[in-house]
Nanobody
Framework: QVQLVESGGGLVQAGGSLKLSCVAF????????MGWYRQVSGKQRELVAI???????NYSDSVKGRFTISRDNAKNTVYLQMNSLKPEDTAVYYC?????????WGKGTLVTVSS
């Protein structure tokens, strides 16, 4: 059984920063590529950052240069440092394997960026 628990969201002004955390309960974390996704109500979920089990990283163009993904395998945790936030970054942020596994979606954490 795998459970993913996101935290760290909140309300921030444009230009500000937040750091999200995702703790993975289950044995697959260390061998899995992990990703941060975000979803705006009524829109499709978007994959914004990936970190492989080997540490290889990719970002979507929308966050490249502003967001940083990292992982701590000893803590079964993946992070997303978000800087220079924009109102269009407002969304519910989720973590999951890449590709996402239906049964592993958690509740997410809401990030709201005010202009």
């Amino acid at each position: 059984q795998v459970q993913l628990v996101e935290s760290g969201g909140g309300l921030v002004q444009a230009g500000g920063s937040l750091k999200l955390s995702c703790v993975a309960f289950g044995s697959i974390f260390r061998i899995s590529a992990m990703g941060w996704y975000r979803q705006v109500s009524g829109k499709q979920r978007e994959l914004v950052a990936i970190i492989g089990s080997d540490g290889h990283i990719n970002y979507s163009d929308s966050v490249k240069g502003r967001f940083t993904i990292s992982r701590d395998n000893a803590k079964n945790t993946v992070y997303l440092q978000m800087n220079s936030l924009k109102p269009e970054d407002t969304a519910v942020y989720y973590c999951n394997l890449v590709p996402g596994v239906m049964d592993y979606w958690g509740k997410g954490t809401l990030v709201t960026v005010s202009s």
